[in-house]
């Protein structure tokens, strides 16, 4: 039997060290590429509810008000606000680039925190964010709220 030198051994173990790393970033890669945009089917169906628009206020009993701006003709903007030392502040705000029926987020912003989105791990852990926003707007009854135009006000300019 041959035994290793502690050369051998080192060398060895720091190539193993070095594909367990790679396995790890491989996964990661992996797993970011796939949540890199959300199903926000909530938001989409409450555009499609209200239809043409640049802003959107929907009052809900109970909620704080939810806002949807178009930013952009790819872009818009979904938060809801309240009222803090006089000023509005997002709780939360998330701006979302609109991609073949799917929705990226691009920036997130609480309070005085604001982080964009630069790179596919940050976009992914959004995306997991967002999808959980979505189901807690939808569970909470904003998308049936949007059909009544008394909850409902809508910008055009």
Not at 41 to 51: N, Q, R
Not at 86 to 103: H, K, Q, T, V
Request: hydrophobic residues 35%; charged residues 30%; proline residues 3%.
């Amino acid at each position: 039997m041959n035994k290793l030198t502690k050369e051998q051994k080192r060398v060895a173990k720091k190539r193993r060290a070095e594909n367990r790393a790679k396995r790890v970033v491989e996964s990661h890669i992996k797993k970011s590429v796939l949540t890199t945009h959300v199903d926000m089917d909530a938001i989409t169906e409450i555009m499609h509810i209200v239809g043409d628009f640049d802003y959107i206020a929907i009052k809900n009993k109970g909620f704080m008000p939810l806002h949807i701006e178009r930013l952009s003709p790819s872009m818009i903007s979904v938060a809801h606000y309240y009222d803090w030392n006089g000023d509005l502040a997002p709780d939360p705000e998330m701006i979302f680039e609109l991609r073949d029926g799917f929705m990226q987020p691009t920036c997130y912003r609480y309070l005085n925190f604001t982080e964009v989105m630069r790179d596919k791990f940050t976009i992914s852990k959004y995306c997991e964010s967002a999808k959980s926003w979505n189901g807690r707007i939808r569970q909470q009854g904003f998308v049936e709220a949007s059909k009544s135009k008394d909850n409902v006000t809508v910008g055009v300019l």
